[in-house]
């Protein structure tokens, strides 16, 4: 089943690779967005079925990002996977209190990041 | 020849008695210088000064009296026994004869026996005085010794107590066998919070503090065996209850005949603040063009962007090793520091050795397989508590690297034993082997037996610098066993109940 991912990081590149990884290994949609607000605000248009949410962000962070997600009715539903680049156990401590439905670490490989992104959210590809 | 029992000037203006006394001393075994005048005797003794002298009191030109005062005003000549001799039997003249410092007095005619025993008499006596001058120099000597000695004691203690005062490093001197506090100095004070009162007298252990017990009675131990510690990391609680820091450096020293400990303490909380946040930093920074790369990469190799000439595969092979390579050594640095940081990443649970030793086999059974390595895995059920994650990561690491080392056709094995304490693991290969001079350093970071292996065998020089960590967080130990061309065996001990802070 084709599914519809919102990926919403700062950085280009990393917009870029990972979207052509889903596509090229899932086939699936992809939208993008470079900033919080920008993110909150396609969420709520297009309804995707997951967001990959970057957790440092200039501005409006992930935490933030995640909050005005959670606040707004018309996303609160959809699940959103925190990326991060820090591993240490007090990072991961620091976003126990958030629900969001999995976390993915960097460096991924992108021709693997739909399968995680599967694994964590129990879909069967 | 014999020594002469004594050198004896005899002075007398009557030859016969100069004769008669010269006759008598030599043949008694000493040896004699007779002179008949005053002042020829004078010269003699200043010349060469003799034990003892026998002297004339009645003598033209410088009579008896007169030479002896002469020799008593010289220095040289002042200590020398002077004995008199006389025909005069007159009182007067035998208190004058002591008056200016003779010793006895003999009268004419003389027994020759009591010449002999008043000579030996007091021969023995000047003997005596200068024994006794002797030690009284030599405990004069001792007596000045030893003053330089205190003196040098109090310098030394002086020094001692200007260093403890004013050292920038928190110092605490401590009893050694209860850890009773006896002093600390003002930057002991000011980093721990409490003033000196609060102190003295209590231990180590009363004080709230949160440090580590069995670590800190580990060094105790380590310092009574090998009288010293060196920067052993430590965490406390102040006063006001921040968590520091320090490196704790511990020597054994003796205060008023109690043992005591030393403590010498680096204060490294904000170097710690800083270090984590370049890691965090660098993890950061490092992971996500790592991530755009890798990624990028990955997309080339699947051909849908393009099919590319077999040398262009093989770049694009050596920049994907590459980059994996730099990936696995960023996390194994993050790894390691994160193990480092401490107890917060250790989640320890009751967890099932058996189950832990297969996983690591079968995780590591595709690596096996594509080196042709047949892996002998012996599982050991027993309940251990511990981070398995942490245990597992452990395992495969030797496993791979028993692997990695290993000759195709060739058999790793990873079996358990149980003492009473421990749960004994050991991985053996029959690898190469590691010289006897490496076999400590291999647990250093980057400290790989050939320094290409990182190179050839993709490691990163950290696996077993993360293993070390691991095992020593869990209380447990970590070594290794060789022989060259023949393999290695890794033994792990781990502690079955571990005492719980």
């Not at chain 2, 002896?68 to 220095?75: G, I, N, P, T």
């Not at chain 2, 580590?212 to 430590?234: M, P, S």
């Not at chain 2, 450096?249 to 909380?269: H, K, R, Y």
């Amino acid at each position: 089943m084709t599914k519809c991912i919102l990926i919403i990081d700062d950085e280009e590149d990393i917009r870029d690779i990972t979207q052509l990884g889903l596509e090229m290994s899932m086939g699936w949609r992809v939208l993008t967005a470079s900033s919080g607000q920008k993110g909150i605000a396609i969420a709520a248009a297009e309804q995707p079925d997951a967001i990959l949410l970057d957790v440092m962000m200039p501005d409006m962070d992930g935490r933030m990002t995640f909050a005005g997600l959670q606040a707004n009715p018309q996303t609160q539903n959809i699940p959103v996977i925190l990326v991060t680049a820090k591993i240490q156990a007090s990072d991961q401590e620091s976003f126990a209190d958030l629900a969001v439905a999995g976390i993915l670490t960097k460096p991924y490989r992108a021709m693997n990041v739909a399968e995680q992104i599967c694994k964590i959210l129990a879909w069967t590809a | 020849m014999r020594q002469p029992k004594g050198d004896i000037l005899v002075i007398d203006d009557t030859p016969e008695n100069l004769q008669l006394l010269a006759t008598l001393l030599t043949t008694q075994g000493y040896k004699v210088r007779s002179v008949t005048k005053g002042s020829t005797g004078c010269r003699a003794a200043q010349a060469a000064p003799p034990d003892l002298i026998l002297l004339d009191v009645n003598m033209p030109e410088m009579n008896g009296y007169e030479v002896c005062q002469h020799l008593k005003a010289d220095s040289q000549t002042q200590d020398i026994p002077v004995i008199f001799i006389s025909a005069h039997e007159d009182v007067l003249d035998k208190v004058k004869a002591f008056a200016i410092g003779g010793v006895d007095y003999i009268t004419k005619p003389f027994q020759v026996e009591e010449v002999l025993a008043r000579v030996e008499h007091h021969l023995t006596i000047q003997r005596l005085q200068r024994q006794l001058q002797n030690q009284n120099q030599r405990l004069q000597q001792e007596v000045q010794e030893r003053e330089l000695a205190l003196q040098a004691l109090q310098q030394a203690e002086e020094k001692f107590a200007k260093a403890f005062r004013s050292s920038p490093n928190p110092i605490a001197i401590t009893t050694l066998a209860e850890g009773r506090f006896i002093d600390a100095n003002a930057n002991f004070l000011r980093i721990t919070g409490y003033p000196l009162a609060e102190l003295i007298g209590q231990t180590v252990l009363e004080l709230d503090t949160g440090l580590d017990r069995i670590a800190y009675a580990k060094a105790i131990a380590d310092l009574q065996t090998t009288g010293v510690v060196h920067n052993q990391e430590f965490e406390f609680r102040t006063k006001t209850g921040q968590t520091r820091t320090v490196l704790l450096s511990i020597e054994q020293i003796e205060l008023a005949g109690v043992p005591c400990a030393l403590n010498i303490a680096n204060d490294i909380t904000e170097r710690k603040q800083l270090e984590n946040e370049f890691i965090s930093l660098v993890s950061h920074e490092l992971r996500t063009p790592l991530t755009s790369l890798m990624g990028a990469l990955d997309l080339l190799a699947t051909g849908q962007l393009g099919s590319l000439t077999p040398q262009g595969q093989r770049v694009l092979e050596i920049a994907t090793n590459s980059t994996e390579r730099l990936i696995r050594l960023i996390n194994d640095i993050l790894d390691l520091e994160r193990i480092k940081a401490g107890k917060i990443s250790l989640q320890k649970v009751d967890c099932n050795a058996a189950e832990l030793i297969t996983q690591a086999g079968e995780a590591m059974q595709g690596m096996a397989t594509q080196a042709k390595i047949s892996l002998a895995i012996e599982p050991m059920a027993v309940t251990l508590n511990a981070d398995p994650d942490c245990i597992l990561q452990t395992l495969t690491n030797l496993l791979s690297n028993a692997i990695k080392f290993s000759e195709p056709g060739g058999i790793v094995r990873l079996s358990a034993e149980l003492t009473s304490e421990w749960l004994h693991l050991q991985v053996q290969d029959h690898g190469r082997g590691i010289p006897t001079d490496k076999l400590h350093s291999i647990f250093e970071r980057f400290q790989q037996v050939d320094a290409s292996d990182s190179r050839k065998k993709g490691g990163t020089g950290l696996g077993l610098a993360i293993c070390r960590s691991i095992v020593n967080l869990h209380g447990g130990k970590i070594w290794v066993e060789s022989v060259l061309s023949q393999g290695s065996t890794f033994h792990i001990q781990l502690p079955l109940n571990l005492e719980e802070p």
